[in-house]
């Protein structure tokens, strides 16, 4: 089956922590970014990348990172520099030409205590 | 800047038509995009418009005007299950894979 998955479901971060949110595709795209969607709010873009080994930062990077060091794989680090990191987040891929719709994982919603 | 504008709510009647509507102001356009979100769960693709004209799939249609920035998308013979957000998003032409999505039309069905 292929798809793409987000671990974990339920996140908790303790104040001035780092936390890593899983991200991982085997549909073989190129493309795959990261999303923070709030109430009320549409998808906000945080970081793409096009290919192994690149990554560009959308627009609100800003306290988060990433690395693509695997076609399949593309984590997103939430630093202690993000403020308000209480959020929905949604990974998604897509083949890498422009005109390609994104397929989207479950996504993992980020608790702060 | 770029911006997306959607109704923030709708509410329709089982077995009956809505429209959404979605008005974009954008520097540079390749195509919109619909997705259905059912709450706390992914985005799924409903369709996607490049050229202007109507694109029919099933019991949705989606509507593009590329001069007037407008779409909109057509649910005819609304079942409960179709309760949902439904997003519109501008896949834009700045030579990267960019996306920028709308709030989302929060849509409620009622028996």
Redesign the interface.
């Known amino acids: 089956d292929g798809g793409i998955t987000q671990s974990p479901k339920y996140l908790f971060r303790k104040e001035g922590q780092n936390v890593t949110l899983s991200c991982e595709q085997n549909l073989n795209h190129d ?1 795959m ?1 990261w ?1 923070r969607q709030d109430p ?6 945080i970081y ?1 990348s ?1 290919i192994v080994n690149d990554f ?1 930062k ?1 627009d609100i990077a800003e306290g988060y990172s990433v690395s693509r060091e695997k076609k399949e794989s593309f984590p997103l680090t939430v630093t202690s520099a993000q403020k308000n990191p209480t959020a ?1 987040y ?1 990974c998604a891929s ?1 083949t ?1 030409e ?2 390609e ?7 993992t ?1 980020l608790l702060v205590l | 800047g770029q911006n997306i504008d959607q109704p923030t709510e709708m509410t329709a009647t089982e077995g009956a038509i809505v429209q959404i509507n979605c008005t974009y102001q954008t520097s540079g356009f390749n195509g919109l995009f619909w997705y259905q979100q059912h709450a706390g769960e992914a985005p799924t693709f409903l369709s996607y418009n490049v050229l202007d004209g109507l694109e029919e799939k099933g019991r949705f249609s989606s509507f593009l005007s590329r001069s007037k920035g407008y779409s909109y998308l057509l649910l005819k013979e609304l079942q409960m299950k179709d309760s949902a957000s439904y997003l519109c998003a501008v896949s834009l032409d700045t030579g990267g894979f960019k996306t920028i999505f709308g709030a989302g039309t929060r849509l409620f069905v009622k028996a």
């Open positions: 493309a970014y999303y009320g709010q549409g998808l906000r873009l793409y096009q560009q959308g929905f949604l897509s890498g422009i005109q719709t994104q397929y989207f994982g479950p996504g919603r």
